[in-house]
Every structure is written in C-alpha cells, then in structure tokens.
C-alpha cells in the first residue's frame, strides 16, 4: 500500500484513541457531513431518503447504516498494511449494483480525516495520513 509506517501508525493509533469506543457517533458524524456535502446522494438510502438532515441522528436506520459502514471501516483499519485494499474492494459489487462507484467512495474517504480533524480529536499528521488512505483505497478498489 501507499502508506508509510508512520501514516498506518498515525491513523490506527488515532482510532484506538478517538473512534473504537465511539463507532456509532464518529459513523453518524461522517455521513452527516457526507449528506450535507452530496445532498442528493440521499436518495441511494430508500430506508431514510426523506428523513431531513437535521433528523438522521435520532432515525433507527440511518442509524444502523453508519454503524454498519464504521464498523466495517474498523475492520478495513485494522487491515491497514495487509488487507485493507481488498477489505474496500469486497464491497464494490454490492454497491455498484444500487449505482454507487469509486467516486462515491473516495467521496466519503475523503471526509474522513475533515470529520475526525473537526470533531473526533485528529491532528495534522492524522488528517494529512487519512488524506493518503482515501486515495489509496479507492486506488485499490478498481
Ligand atoms: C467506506 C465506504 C463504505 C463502506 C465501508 C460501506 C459499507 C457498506 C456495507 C458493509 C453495507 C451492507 C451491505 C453490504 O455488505 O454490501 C452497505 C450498504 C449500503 N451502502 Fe455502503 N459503504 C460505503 C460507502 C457508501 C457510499 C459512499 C454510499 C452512497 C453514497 C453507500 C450506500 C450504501 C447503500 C444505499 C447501502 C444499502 C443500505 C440498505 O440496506 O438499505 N455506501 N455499505
């Protein structure tokens, strides 16, 4: 992979600190940011489309996807170094079946690092790292 030792260690080090014990939090916090910047790409949730953003936090299943989507991010985490690229590419096919691609992909990647700088505790090497890893696993996907 793409990725110094020292990225790997900076973005696993920051999620043992900041994430592991706030998956569900730090899952609603990306895709409210992802939602607010891709409004439109709501539509591709039919089982909360026409819940409003403001609302999504306190909505079951919105709920239940980004602890879904986080929790499989930990994984993909963990991975970092071995296994990550394949991890992200296992979920290309069920995804490309409702129409979302790579693009949508490296679209959320990249807000991860912005989410976590502004909420989750990230500093300016874990950010910049986050930055590598968004292109480095959407790279591995294709
Ligand atoms: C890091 C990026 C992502 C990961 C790890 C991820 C992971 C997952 C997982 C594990 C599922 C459960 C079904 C399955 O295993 O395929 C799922 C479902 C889904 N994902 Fe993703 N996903 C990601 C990004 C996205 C993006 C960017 C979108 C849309 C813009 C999206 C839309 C959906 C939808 C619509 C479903 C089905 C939800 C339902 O059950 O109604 N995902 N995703």
Same mark, same amino acid.
């Given at each position: 992979?793409?990725? #110094?030792?020292?990225?790997?260690?900076? *973005?696993?080090?920051? @999620?043992?600190?900041? *994430?592991?014990?706030?998956?569900?939090? +730090?899952?609603?916090?990306?895709?409210?940011?992802?939602? *607010?910047?891709?409004?439109?790409? *709501?539509?591709?949730?039919?089982?909360?489309?026409?819940?409003?953003?403001?609302?999504?936090?306190?909505?079951?299943?919105?709920?239940?996807?980004?602890? #879904?989507?986080?929790?499989?991010?930990?994984?993909?985490?963990?991975?970092? %170094?071995?296994?990550?690229?394949?991890?992200?590419?296992?979920?290309?096919?069920? =995804?490309?079946?409702? %129409?979302?691609?790579?693009? =949508?992909? %490296?679209?959320?990647?990249?807000?991860?690092?912005?989410?976590?700088?502004?909420?989750?505790? +990230?500093?300016?090497?874990?950010?910049?790292? @986050?930055?590598? +890893?968004?292109?480095?696993?959407?790279?591995?996907?294709?």
């Amino acid at each position: 992979m793409g990725l #110094t030792g020292a990225q790997i260690d900076a *973005i696993k080090g920051h @999620w043992f600190t900041n *994430i592991k014990g706030h998956l569900q939090a +730090a899952g609603d916090s990306i895709f409210i940011k992802y939602l *607010i910047t891709y409004p439109g790409d *709501i539509a591709f949730f039919d089982k909360f489309s026409t819940v409003p953003i403001y609302a999504l936090r306190s909505n079951a299943a919105y709920k239940a996807q980004t602890l #879904t989507v986080i929790s499989y991010l930990d994984k993909v985490i963990q991975g970092l %170094g071995s296994d990550a690229g394949a991890l992200m590419k296992a979920k290309v096919p069920s =995804h490309e079946a409702m %129409g979302i691609t790579t693009k =949508h992909f %490296g679209q959320l990647l990249k807000l991860v690092g912005v989410v976590f700088q502004e909420q989750f505790g +990230a500093c300016p090497e874990t950010v910049a790292a @986050w930055g590598v +890893a968004a292109g480095v696993l959407v790279a591995a996907m294709k």
